[in-house]
């Protein structure tokens, strides 16, 4: 049995694997199907100020090796997650993120401000959303503004703060760099890239958002290609993720230098992909006698 | 136990029209959990999303569910090659079903297409006390008569053009039946335009209406947030999702 553990700026993980924000909800529903404590932690729900109704349906079309949403941040609200759902998370002996956004960076910094009387112990500012019109991506894409909001959230709190990157941009490194400058303490990525189906018999996009975000395994050569990229060009950690579906992509994922791993869209294929993916990664460095998962990270020799 | 994951033998596999197939699964928990009106989630070979089939029969002695689905693209194609002996990856039972209320003396199963498989675990319950209209494009897409008929329910069949049974839409008959008066509750799934003509009737005769939506769904378990559906609950506008809140909804809950 290899040693599983990390440690992400100061916060030890039990093992590198947590469900994305947005695949897990706030991980009730998968706790039918397996205890929660097996997963090195749970990136929650993207949480707003106030409740958001998300976008219309279809919202979910299928691609090839992989899927576009466009669910738009259906949300109750932070104060209901913390009133209703953090405490129960809490109890459980994984690490949380709490996923947040919003539409201002004024926004993201009273989200933020309202997490920092609990215990949550991490929060990951997505300014990477491709489903909503005002906030979201528009952060990810341009270097000021990630700066700003990550400055801005950066104030409003003393817990560790992962910010989550767009891969919708010419240069991934710029806007890390620039969020690293700002505070962050770690960064993620990737979020989903920008896509588009269309259904030809009717003419009419699949999703009634007309676009949507790419995940799943085809977009996991580019996961990581900008996890490798980000992890050589910033000082702080990086947590990986994009299409990985197995415990080698988790692997390769840290290679690339990545110190823990989410996955997505892989539990809708397979609901225990998480657990699946930790006792593959833990087959994997055994067979290969090596002790401990930390040993692998950013170990790719690039030629 | 509310739903497990597992793979399972298909007992039988049937072909019961131009792209209509029959499989029935050994799963003896999935059927013990089941109640009419779930749905299972099935795993398509190669690609990342479940495909969601509704439950056409439970057999609790026998331990099986039996499933019937029709080609409707890529996905649900590549789960039809499965075969006799073969096993299928399940995500199940699924969703919220419909209520069965005991004391009903008169309901109406109303089944548009594909959306019949899912009124015969009711038929079955209500037996004598149920009419059962199906509707269909035409002769060749009837499916399920005989089984409707086994359970004692009154079987009306409809086809868009004609070639068998009434010529014409479901509506009809049940808006006959409306107007005769005595009926507790009406049931029903199939495209969404019938679904409409089906809340209106029911509407208009206070009639208490289920019914059964479909939507492209991801997780099939309420976290993803992906199947979205326009509800009013207590006067307020909410986006329900048809695999948790759903598939089964109130008719006077639908936002149309």
Known sequence: ???????????????????????????REYEELFPLDKLGGIATKGTTLHRRTGN????????????????GLQNPGIDHFIESELPYLLTKDTVILANIAGSTPEECAEVAAKLEDTDVHMIELNISCPNVKQGGAAFGTDC???????????????????????????S????????????????????????????????????HNNVGGLSGPAVFPVAVRMVWQVANAVNIPVIGMGGVSSGRDAIELMMA??????????IFTDPFAPVRIVEEMNEF?????????????GTVKPW | MKYTQGQYIIRAKEAIARNIYSFTIACPEVAAAAVPGQFVHIRANGFTLRRPISICCIDREQG?????????GQGTEEIARLNKGDLIDMLAPLGHGFTIDESFRKVVLVGGGIGTPPMLPLAKIYGEKAVMISGFRNAQAVILQDDFRATGAEAVLCTDDGSAGIHGFVTQPLKELAAQGGIDAVYACGPMPMLKGIAAICGENDIYCEISLEERMACGIGACLGC?????????????????????????????
């Open chain 1, 144 to 170: 000021t503004m990630a700066a700003e909001v990550t400055r801005r959230v950066r104030e409003a709190t003393s817990k560790n703060l992962v910010v989550k990157l767009s891969p919708n941009v010419t």
């Open chain 1, 172 to 207: 991934i490194t710029e806007i890390a760099k620039s969020v690293e400058a700002a505070g962050a303490d770690a960064v993620s990525l990737i979020n989903t890239l920008l896509g588009m189906r269309i259904d030809i018999n009717t003419g009419r996009p699949v999703l």
């Open chain 2, 64 to 72: 099986t569910l039996r499933i019937v689905f029709e080609i409707r």
């Open chain 1, 257 to 266: 230098g990545a110190s823990a791993v989410q996955v997505g869209a892989a």
């Open chain 2, 228 to 256: 979205a559906c326009r509800t009013k609950r207590n006067d307020e506008e909410y986006f329900a999702h048809v695999c948790k809140d759903g598939p089964v909804f109130r008719a006077e809950e639908v936002i149309w």
């Open chain 1, 1 to 27: 049995m290899a040693d599983l553990s990390v440690n992400v700026c100061g916060v030890g993980f039990k093992n590198p694997i947590i469900p994305a924000s947005g695949v897990f909800g706030y991980g």
């Open chain 1, 56 to 71: 219309i349906a279809p919202r979910i079309a299928e691609t090839p090796a992989g899927m576009l949403n466009s669910v």
């Open chain 1, 285 to 297: 460095l055994d067979s290969k006698g090596i002790a401990s998962v930390r040993d692998i990270i």
